[in-house]
């Protein structure tokens, strides 16, 4: 920041009293002060919790002072303010740009970047941050960077370097204590406090990196001053190093002092399940088995309400068959107690590991029927609850996932009654897992057994039937499940089903009934979707090869629909049919057109630099392109709370401009990350690509291997058939055999 920003500011801050609004704004000779004014209300709007107002500032101050970067700063930190994280990633890499050496930004750009899920870059910018800031002029920034990095390293699976960077922070805090104190913006005890939670961070980097006695020794120089009534002082976080230490020496072996520092901790009474099923697994691993029932319930015996202990005290009588009857009225009381995730995964994990995975079909077979019947009130969310967390961990858990799949699918074979919603939500976690053809079976039988009233429900289970259809790439069944649905009017609102019906009779080159069905959903709409059904058919007219009829079509809903937002998706979709009719130009026009209207338009920022990308040019602005849409995707799915944190079709855009600039192995792992992706999994361009950044690797195996599934997938399209894409690869895998 230069003195002349410096000295306005102070200006502004003095010169404005309480309430009062800034001064107008003015034209002005020197683009440098109207800059400054600017900046100074953007700072008074700030201050009053204007944020919309601050940007506008903020942004005109930047406009008018291309080379300060104060205002820049005040931007990323109102964008991050106001949700526009992009943005403010954005403006943050621009300063950076400027000035390499900007600590600050750089940390700030770090910890954006780390929100955003873009974690290497994120560790990236706290390195740089670490690298420039000045332990001797600020001690207390240098200790904040260096701890935000080992953070962020630890997320990374780093720990040795986290571990570095902690002791960084660590040699900082020693050497600056007296200063700190002398300031008076710390007390001595926050400074301890700091000090010892720093040492137990780096305890756990040093566990993790396998160095166990200099882990014990940062463990012990936490505890210490804990313990010390003169230092830190708090007996509650010294008592939970004998968690740490525990760990520690089990990881060592030392079994016996392990067990000891963990009985300590345990009279704190936690109330998580991880104390005592380490509990029992260390007296297990010392050949004292059977003690393990009769010690846990001991302590619950004097702890009643500790569901914690008593969901592992159930599993551990569950692993014996005379105790087993026991751990399932238990497991039973337990459920009807409490929804808490940590109490419902060690049950369920138990089920499984004890061969059962049955009986959390049936617990959560339960909570629907709870929820299908009668029940209102506290009973009713009760039981939503349940569900939903059944669900999440099942969602997260390969192990338990396949296990509980296992079981629905022997269900199915003895004929088990089942509410739809298990069987929709069975069908939800096969896809989860990418077993695409177990989650048609299962959603199949989801519409077998949904109501006809509420018709909704019925209506649902077939829509969701269809995503899994079309996510297998399998047009004739989406067709026949579409016309099914019809005949049998599960819907006053049929328009979906002959939306799914046009594109995929298009796909299979029915073009007459395709575009029959496309204008049935047109006339079924109502004027919520009078523009979706509308574009459909201009999709519909590009499935079939009719690029041009699609352009029309797009050209006129242009002169019908008039809003900014209807007009950006009419040239988003007039782009792809000009992509499609190979006039390159013209789609790309349309693009830059949306992004002039909106830069965070994720599909354009996706298609602009996909389509630089085919054509070999402007590769570093295609990068950043895709890199913006990634970002923009991925905190759209963090507020929305998608648990796939990302699209596969982004990732391999990406991956495809990283491979024309000659860099193959992150255009590998970015492949790889998208093809293990529900959404990429069945993508034979995701395939296709793989393959080809493979065999430029010189994996000519894997390569093969690659082309195989990429043409397995274009097989079942009619359409990849058609455009050439089946005979492509075919090519490809000649030349390497």
Same mark, same amino acid.
């Given at each position: 920041?230069?003195p002349?920003?410096?000295?306005g500011?102070?200006?502004?801050?003095?010169?404005?009293?309480?309430?009062?609004?800034?001064?107008?704004?003015?034209a002005?000779a020197?683009?440098?002060g109207?800059?400054?004014?600017?900046?100074?209300?953007?700072?008074?709007?700030?201050?009053r919790n204007?944020?919309?107002?601050?940007?506008r500032?903020?942004?005109?101050?930047?406009?008018?002072?291309?080379?300060?970067?104060?205002?820049l700063?005040?931007?990323?930190?109102?964008?991050?303010?106001?949700?526009?994280e992009?943005?403010?990633?954005?403006v943050?890499?621009?300063?950076?740009?400027?000035d390499?050496n900007?600590?600050?930004?750089?940390?700030?750009?770090?910890?954006?970047?780390?929100?955003?899920?873009?974690?290497?870059?994120a560790?990236g910018?706290a390195?740089?941050?670490?690298e420039?800031?000045?332990?001797?002029?600020?001690?207390?920034?240098a200790?904040?960077?260096?701890?935000?990095? +080992?953070? #962020? /390293?630890?997320?990374?699976g780093?720990p %040795?370097?986290a571990? $570095?960077? @902690? &002791? !960084?922070?660590? *040699?900082?805090?020693?050497?600056?204590?007296?200063?700190?104190?002398?300031?008076?913006?710390?007390?001595?005890?926050?400074?301890?406090?700091l000090?010892?939670?720093?040492?137990e961070?780096?305890?756990?980097?040093?566990?993790?990196?396998?160095?166990?006695?200099?882990?014990?020794?940062?463990?012990?120089?936490?505890?210490?001053?804990?313990?010390?009534?003169?230092?830190?002082?708090?007996?509650?976080?010294?008592?939970?190093?004998?968690?740490?230490l525990?760990?520690?020496?089990?990881?060592k072996?030392?079994?016996?002092?392990?067990?000891?520092?963990?009985?300590?901790?345990?009279?704190?009474?936690?109330?998580?399940?991880?104390?005592?099923?380490?509990? +029992?697994? #260390? /007296?297990?691993?010392?050949?004292?088995? %059977?003690?393990?029932? $009769?010690? @846990? &319930? !001991?302590?619950? *015996?004097?702890?009643?309400?500790?569901?914690?202990?008593?969901?592992?005290?159930a599993?551990?009588?569950?692993?014996?068959?005379?105790?087993?009857?026991q751990?399932?009225?238990?497991?039973?009381?337990?459920?009807?107690?409490?929804?808490?995730?940590?109490v419902?995964?060690?049950?369920i994990?138990?089920?499984?590991?004890?061969?059962?995975?049955?009986?959390?079909i049936?617990d959560?077979?339960?909570?629907?029927?709870?929820?299908t019947?009668?029940?209102?009130?506290e009973?009713?969310?009760?039981?939503?609850?349940?569900?939903?967390?059944?669900?999440?961990?099942l969602?997260a858990d390969?192990?338990?996932?396949?296990?509980v799949?296992?079981a629905?699918?022997?269900?199915l074979?003895?004929?088990?009654?089942?509410?739809?919603?298990?069987?929709?939500? @069975?069908?939800?976690?096969?896809?989860r897992?990418?077993?695409?053809?177990?989650?048609?079976?299962?959603?199949?039988?989801?519409?077998?057994n949904?109501?006809?009233?509420?018709?909704?429900?019925?209506?649902?289970a077939?829509?969701q039937?269809?995503?899994?259809?079309?996510?297998s790439?399998?047009?004739?069944?989406?067709?026949?499940?579409?016309?099914?649905?019809?005949?049998?009017?599960?819907?006053?609102?049929?328009?979906g089903f002959?939306?799914?019906?046009?594109?995929?009779?298009?796909?299979?080159?029915?073009?007459?009934?395709?575009?029959?069905?496309?204008?049935a959903?047109?006339?079924?709409?109502?004027?919520?979707?009078?523009?979706?059904?509308?574009?459909?058919?201009a999709?519909?007219?590009?499935?079939?090869?009719?690029?041009d009829d699609?352009?029309?079509?797009c050209?006129?809903?242009?002169?019908?629909?008039?809003?900014?937002?209807?007009?950006s998706?009419?040239?988003?979709?007039?782009?792809?049919?000009?992509?499609?009719?190979?006039?390159?130009?013209?789609?790309?026009?349309?693009?830059?057109?949306i992004?002039?209207?909106?830069?965070?338009?994720?599909?354009?920022?996706?298609?602009?630099?996909?389509?630089?990308?085919e054509?070999?040019?402007?590769?570093d602005?295609a990068e950043?392109?895709?890199?913006?849409?990634i970002a923009?995707?991925?905190?759209?799915r963090?507020?929305?709370?998608?648990p796939?944190?990302?699209?596969?079709?982004?990732?391999?855009?990406?991956?495809?401009v990283?491979?024309?600039?000659g860099l193959?192995?992150?255009?590998?792992?970015?492949?790889?990350?998208?093809?293990?992706?529900?959404?990429?999994?069945?993508?034979?361009?995701?395939w296709d690509?793989?393959?080809?950044v493979?065999?430029?690797?010189?994996?000519?195996?894997?390569?093969?291997?690659?082309?195989?599934?990429a043409?397995?997938?274009?097989?079942?399209?009619?359409r990849?058939?058609?455009?050439?894409?089946?005979?492509?690869?075919?090519r490809?895998?000649k030349?390497?055999s």
């Amino acid at each position: 920041m230069s003195p002349g920003w410096i000295a306005g500011i102070l200006l502004l801050s003095v010169g404005l009293p309480g309430g009062d609004p800034p001064p107008a704004e003015r034209a002005s000779a020197d683009p440098h002060g109207d800059a400054l004014a600017r900046y100074g209300a953007g700072i008074w709007q700030a201050r009053r919790n204007r944020l919309l107002s601050a940007a506008r500032a903020f942004e005109a101050a930047a406009r008018q002072d291309p080379e300060a970067t104060a205002p820049l700063k005040e931007l990323v930190r109102t964008y991050a303010l106001i949700g526009r994280e992009p943005d403010a990633i954005r403006v943050a890499r621009t300063i950076l740009e400027r000035d390499p050496n900007d600590a600050e930004a750089a940390q700030i750009l770090a910890r954006l970047l780390s929100e955003a899920g873009e974690l290497q870059e994120a560790v990236g910018a706290a390195k740089l941050a670490a690298e420039h800031v000045n332990p001797t002029v600020n001690p207390e920034k240098a200790i904040g960077v260096h701890r935000d990095l +080992a953070t #962020l /390293l630890e997320r990374s699976g780093d720990p %040795g370097s986290a571990a $570095a960077a @902690l &002791q !960084k922070a660590l *040699d900082i805090l020693l050497a600056n204590r007296k200063a700190a104190v002398a300031t008076r913006r710390f007390t001595p005890k926050e400074t301890d406090a700091l000090t010892a939670e720093t040492f137990e961070r780096l305890g756990n980097a040093l566990g993790k990196k396998g160095q166990t006695d200099a882990a014990v020794q940062a463990f012990r120089s936490a505890h210490a001053l804990y313990a010390d009534p003169t230092r830190a002082d708090d007996r509650a976080a010294a008592a939970r190093l004998d968690w740490n230490l525990s760990g520690v020496y089990a990881t060592k072996g030392e079994t016996a002092a392990a067990l000891t520092h963990l009985e300590a901790f345990l009279k704190l009474q936690p109330q998580a399940v991880e104390p005592y099923e380490r509990f +029992a697994a #260390l /007296l297990v691993g010392a050949g004292r088995s %059977g003690e393990a029932i $009769a010690r @846990l &319930q !001991k302590y619950a *015996d004097r702890e009643p309400g500790n569901l914690s202990l008593q969901v592992v005290l159930a599993a551990e009588r569950a692993r014996d068959l005379s105790s087993r009857q026991q751990a399932d009225a238990d497991f039973a009381r337990l459920s009807a107690a409490t929804n808490d995730p940590n109490v419902v995964r060690v049950a369920i994990r138990s089920h499984v590991e004890t061969g059962r995975a049955g009986q959390v079909i049936a617990d959560l077979d339960k909570a629907y029927l709870v929820l299908t019947g009668a029940a209102t009130g506290e009973k009713h969310a009760f039981a939503a609850e349940k569900a939903r967390v059944i669900a999440e961990i099942l969602r997260a858990d390969l192990a338990a996932a396949n296990a509980v799949l296992r079981a629905g699918a022997d269900d199915l074979r003895m004929g088990t009654t089942r509410t739809h919603q298990t069987w929709s939500l @069975l069908g939800i976690l096969a896809a989860r897992h990418n077993k695409l053809d177990l989650a048609a079976v299962q959603f199949r039988q989801a519409v077998r057994n949904a109501p006809r009233e509420p018709r909704g429900a019925q209506a649902e289970a077939y829509h969701q039937l269809i995503a899994i259809l079309r996510q297998s790439r399998k047009p004739a069944d989406v067709a026949a499940v579409c016309r099914d649905a019809i005949r049998e009017g599960v819907s006053d609102l049929p328009v979906g089903f002959n939306y799914y019906l046009a594109q995929a009779l298009a796909e299979l080159g029915d073009a007459d009934e395709a575009i029959a069905a496309a204008d049935a959903a047109i006339r079924q709409a109502g004027d919520a979707n009078r523009l979706v059904t509308r574009l459909n058919k201009a999709s519909v007219l590009g499935l079939l090869g009719r690029w041009d009829d699609a352009v029309g079509l797009c050209q006129k809903l242009l002169d019908e629909f008039d809003t900014p937002g209807d007009q950006s998706r009419i040239r988003y979709a007039l782009a792809h049919a000009y992509w499609g009719a190979k006039k390159y130009p013209e789609s790309e026009a349309e693009l830059r057109t949306i992004l002039d209207a909106d830069p965070d338009h994720a599909g354009a920022c996706n298609d602009l630099g996909y389509h630089l990308a085919e054509q070999g040019r402007n590769l570093d602005e295609a990068e950043r392109l895709l890199r913006h849409a990634i970002a923009i995707d991925r905190a759209d799915r963090r507020r929305s709370g998608d648990p796939e944190t990302d699209n596969a079709a982004y990732l391999d855009s990406l991956a495809w401009v990283l491979f024309h600039k000659g860099l193959i192995d992150p255009a590998r792992q970015m492949l790889e990350k998208a093809a293990g992706m529900p959404e990429g999994a069945t993508d034979p361009i995701v395939w296709d690509h793989l393959g080809d950044v493979l065999f430029r690797a010189g994996e000519k195996g894997k390569a093969k291997a690659a082309w195989e599934r990429a043409a397995e997938f274009y097989t079942t399209n009619p359409r990849d058939k058609r455009e050439g894409r089946l005979d492509e690869v075919k090519r490809k895998l000649k030349r390497i055999s």
